[in-house]
């Protein structure tokens, strides 16, 4: 096993940060943030579901929007995710209209994850754009250890 790069643990770290933000909201704690080629965060998002009423508000989309608006351009081919929990259908559909070759998550998904968790749609060969490289599981139990935290409270 290789070892995770550090700038990918401090862009997740970053990532954390959102996602503990969109506790004030209500909102399922999932941070995101979209990192250029230097290496500078361009995009934030949280989920904002709850907050904005607004079913497309996933931390991984929110991102994406700040991102293409930062940088002028829609396709962010020269960017990297980072998201504290595996993508789901609707956020890796985005991920690939938005060109984006690196996605890095923490938690697993094992009910709605599509970077490989339950399918891997971000690498699906039949699609005109895959994802070139997705790193999974990094700061994965810090990660998992707000959702869990966030849903023990609701329980």
Partial sequence: ?????????????EAL??????????DVPVGAVIVDARGRVVGRGRNEREARTDPTAHAEVVALREAAAVTGDWQLT?????????????????ILAA?????????????????????????????????????????ADESASVLREFFETRR
């Fill in 78 to 94: 020269g960017c990297t995710l980072v998201v504290t929990l595996e993508p789901c259908v609707l956020c890796a559909g985005a």
């Fill in 17 to 26: 940060a959102e996602a503990r933000s969109a506790l004030a909201t209500g």
């Fill in 1 to 13: 096993m290789t070892a995770v790069p550090d700038p990918d643990v401090a862009a997740m770290r």
């Fill in 99 to 139: 060109r984006v070759p690196r996605v890095v998550f923490g938690a697993y998904d094992d009910k709605a994850g599509a970077a490989g968790g339950v399918v891997d749609l971000l690498r699906e060969r039949r699609l005109p754009f895959r994802v070139d490289e997705v790193v999974g599981g990094v700061l």
